[in-house]
């Protein structure tokens, strides 16, 4: 398909972040011209976005769509409680179809917010209809199945033998790493430290080097999490995971909120990628991750909503907002600056997924993973003489996104969601959680 945008200001992220007004060529799923008063013979589709904003997609490096039925059922409560007595109960009563309608909430959230990339980590159980939901709704994803095989806390149904749940990971990559020519992608998604045995850790380190993929996992995000680990191993999350060689380029940890220096050296030399929450770090009280020291160190960064029951919701809008102003009263009002935040919304999150020469930017070559947002509104008004980036930042919300494209393909035209059906998703939402919560053994 022959795609033409016309007339738009656009960000584009390329090296020198110019913004330029004018129009962009799509051919099938790829951007092949960018420029003032394109010539195109007979486009397929022409969207004139006129007086609107073209953005990169974002790329969102730590999402549980699994979880978005359990939004509201886990409040005011910090994250061991949160785990044990609200989040393991509700996910081990997951049946096939709560899984596949929470990924489908969760997606058509994500596509209206602007997000077309996201690095998922899913549950222990049917894992497959999350993957069935994300090749339906043509969004960009690395996924995987939660690995937890010990933990005195963990319900039976989430409890796993170590032998199972490598086998069953290795089954899922197999079926769906590099999906639809690589929209989707496998990522070995061990839960944390806390619920995986050293032999599982280590087989994952292995299997990661042998099939080239992706780990994804949680560390030292609660101090009492680190203080199991320490417990447990004689180690601190990051110098664990580093003896185990699972420290490198391939690995995306969530929060790392509370380093200490070791652990910060082995992140910064060792290439691993951080994905920043401050969403859902400031939900459940865990703390406000050193940030402006990661980018003076240029540790690759990046942002994620985390989950709908520790956020509740999955906006990048709102996650930059925060991700700006929380370092600010400590750091100083040119600290995270619009610039360096949005970056981690988009070219930060394709680094952190090995995509950069592919997506995070509007580039000739790359994908045409796109947001058309319309800045015509009260809350981003006046525009003139104020720095496009920052606007995006500090005064736009997800209700401004009207047009979303994934691999060249228009997901959401002007509001209007096209491949996920929004009231199915509602209703099957609620009758989900209704279902979870009469079979979850839930601790008030």
Not at 131 to 156: C, Q, T
Not at 371 to 394: C, E, M, Q, W
Request: charged residues 25%; negative net charge; aromatic residues 6%.
């Amino acid at each position: 398909m022959n795609v033409l945008i016309k007339n738009a200001e656009i960000v584009t992220m390329n090296k020198q972040e110019e913004i330029i007004k004018g129009d962009i060529q799509i051919v099938e799923d790829k951007i092949v011209n960018i420029g003032p008063n394109l010539k195109i013979s007979h486009p397929d589709k022409i969207i004139d976005a006129t007086g609107k904003t073209i953005i990169p997609g974002f790329v969102q490096t730590h999402i549980h769509l699994c979880q978005t039925v359990f939004r509201g059922q886990g409040d005011d409560l910090e994250l061991m409680d949160w785990l044990r007595n609200r989040i393991w109960p509700l996910e081990a009563s997951h049946d096939e179809e709560s899984i596949y309608y929470s990924a489908m909430l969760g997606i058509g959230e994500l596509i209206q917010s602007g997000t077309t990339t996201i690095v998922d980590m899913e549950t222990v159980n049917h894992t497959e209809y999350a993957f069935k939901a994300i090749a339906e709704s043509g969004i960009r994803a690395l996924s995987g199945k939660v690995m937890m095989d010990k933990g005195d806390d963990v319900p039976l149904p989430l409890q796993e033998k170590t032998e199972i749940s490598i086998r069953e990971s290795v089954d899922l990559l197999e079926k769906w790493h590099n999906y639809d020519n690589g929209r989707i992608k496998y990522a070995f998604s061990p839960r944390f430290v806390v619920s995986c045995t050293e032999q599982l850790l280590r087989e994952v380190q292995s299997l990661s080097e042998y099939y080239n993929v992706m780990v994804h996992t949680h560390a030292s995000e609660n101090l009492g999490e680190i203080k199991i680990v320490q417990r447990e191993t004689g180690m601190r999350n990051i110098v664990y995971l580093d003896h185990l060689g699972l420290a490198n380029n391939r690995l995306i940890l969530a929060h790392c909120i509370w380093l200490d220096e070791e652990e910060k050296r082995i992140i910064r030399d060792r290439g691993v990628h951080v994905s920043h929450c401050p969403g859902s770090n400031l939900k459940l009280a865990s703390g406000i991750a050193e940030t402006p020291y990661m980018v003076s160190e240029n540790v690759s960064l990046s942002l994620g909503a985390d989950g709908a029951p520790c956020n509740n919701n999955l906006d990048m809008f709102n996650e930059m907002r925060l991700a700006a102003l929380i370092q600010k009263p400590t750091h100083g009002p040119t600290a995270m600056d619009a610039h360096t935040v949005f970056k981690m919304a988009t070219i930060g999150g394709a680094k952190a997924v090995g995509m950069e020469d592919e997506i995070g930017s509007i580039e000739i070559g790359k994908k045409a993973d796109l947001a058309i947002l319309n800045l015509k509104d009260f809350h981003t008004y006046p525009s003139y003489g104020v720095d496009p980036i920052s606007r995006i930042v500090y005064s736009a919300t997800r209700a401004d996104v009207e047009t979303t494209l994934i691999n060249g393909k228009i997901v959401m035209e002007n509001g209007y969601l096209k491949t996920v059906n929004k009231r199915l998703v509602l209703d099957e939402a609620n009758n989900s959680i209704r279902r979870l919560l009469s079979r979850a053994s839930i601790k008030c």
